[in-house]
């Protein structure tokens, strides 16, 4: 598997709404209009996105990290016979496809394929 980049990072809170209004009005960030996701998503001028959830928005998790992979499915093979454990599925929106993991420190990370 070859890792290209960090495409993604994610904070889940009971305070998106004040989260999102912060990163729009303070940050200067621009809303992304996505469908298939449960978080009000921004887009970075270097192709990155980060994305601001309610708890559980992202999973049992409070940040997320994504990798940029070119084959999810070849990347999740090789990650499962690592041993780690991961997603039962691979999901996907309008614009990726990602899937998220445990590493070794207990925290959740993802895999993200553009499409």
Known sequence: MIIRGIVFAGTATTARHEMV??????LGLVPAQVTG?????????????FAVASPQGMGATQRSLGFLVDDIDH?????????????????????????HFRAPDGQLYELVERL
Not at 85 to 95: F, G, K, T
Request: net charge negative.
């Open 75 to 99: 990347a999740v093979r090789e990650l499962a016979a690592a041993g780690v454990v991961l997603d039962a599925d691979v999901s996907s929106n309008e614009r990726e496809r990602y899937v």
């Open 37 to 49: 996701i449960e978080a009000d998503l921004f887009d970075l001028p270097d192709g990155s996105s």
């Open 21 to 26: 209004a912060f990163v729009r009005d303070v």
